[in-house]
């Protein structure tokens, strides 16, 4: 069995190949190749949460689960566990915690493609942490931002971490990345990822332009939610899987007072990239793209980190 530090997966991870390989697991139908039990949740001591997401792909030959752990003190941390489907063995254990930023942020580029205007060109980003990090960095495989505008929490120093990111992922690329609050943000941005642990909406969504295309990443339990109500109404809802259905508040909390109804939720990313239920229509039109994370995704990922791993020895 190989063993992957949290470097070692970075250096080994091309996101325009995470980019590729997600969509085209997305675009198959994977209903008979792929088994993919529910994420299993469970509570832990306080308030600590322990995820377990198994995954077996018959076409990729290739099994895996991802543990997770989320609690106030330690934040999100992963590892993966990449097994050899006819036996059952362990072929590799990586440090996920990047593994999952990256799939992740690599999810939203996915779906950025299919659901964005094509001349967006003001990026928006609520939350500071490794999401945060991570969908400034990726997105821009898939649109090019002229300028990215970041919303932190009071808690948060977030000119430092412009200034970190601009020095670290826009110098000599001619991105302007600054701060704002959180409706400037909301209503100056072609494109919105919302990657923050708050329990209650960010900001105001009569305050959204037309033509916005929102990615929400953060909020994964039903009683929490990253978007109001009148952001929910106004767009074309879209979710990674039929478990946003089960787990995200975003959608679980305005289809519960009223405000949407389960018919709201116009199809999944399969359906999008497949091509069976079409993406955007119209330039003016709102569109949402709701994430949980799926293992489809993690095993995708440490599939092409191993491989690459093996090819270069």
Do not use: W
């Not at 989320?70 to 993966?80: C, I, L, M, P, T």
């Not at 389960?262 to 990313?269: C, E, H, Q, V, W």
């Not at 993406?279 to 990922?301: H, N, P, Y």
């Amino acid at each position: 069995m190989r063993y992957f530090t949290e470097q070692q997966v970075r250096e080994l991870a091309d996101v325009d190949d995470v980019i590729r390989e997600i969509n085209a697991a997305f675009a198959k139908d994977f209903s008979t190749s792929v088994n993919m039990p529910a994420r299993t949740s469970l509570e832990l001591s306080g308030g600590a949460v322990l995820l377990l997401m198994p995954c077996y792909d018959r076409d990729l030959g290739a099994a895996g689960v991802k543990a997770v752990t989320v609690s106030r003190e330690a934040g999100v941390n992963a590892s993966y566990d990449l097994l050899d489907p006819r036996t059952g063995l362990a072929l590799a254990r990586m440090e996920a915690n990047y593994l999952t930023d990256l799939r992740t942020a690599a999810t939203s580029a996915v779906a950025t493609d299919l659901l964005a205007r094509k001349d967006a060109d003001t990026l928006g980003i609520f939350g500071t942490g490794r999401q945060a990090t991570a969908h400034l960095t990726v997105l821009r495989h898939v649109r090019r931002f002229r300028s990215v505008l970041v919303c932190g929490s009071p808690r948060t120093d977030v000119n430092a971490f412009c200034a970190r990111m601009k020095s670290e992922k826009a110098a000599g690329k001619g991105i302007e990345i600054s701060a704002a609050d959180a409706e400037t943000c909301a209503r100056e941005s072609d494109v919105i990822c919302t990657c923050t642990n708050s329990p209650v909406p960010l900001f105001d969504g009569y305050g959204l332009r037309e033509g916005t295309h929102l990615n929400l990443v953060g909020a994964f339990q039903p009683h929490t939610r990253e978007i109001d109500d009148e952001t929910a109404r106004r767009a074309r809802i879209f979710v990674d899987t039929c478990a946003a259905l089960d787990e995200a508040g975003d959608l679980l909390i305005p289809i519960g007072n009223g405000a949407i109804t389960r018919a709201s939720i116009l199809g999944d990313l399969h359906e999008i990239a497949c091509g069976k239920k079409p993406a955007r229509t119209t330039r003016e039109e709102i569109t949402l793209f709701k994430s949980v994370g799926c293992a489809l995704e993690d095993l995708v990922t440490a599939r092409l980190i191993y491989n690459k791993a093996q090819a270069s020895r």
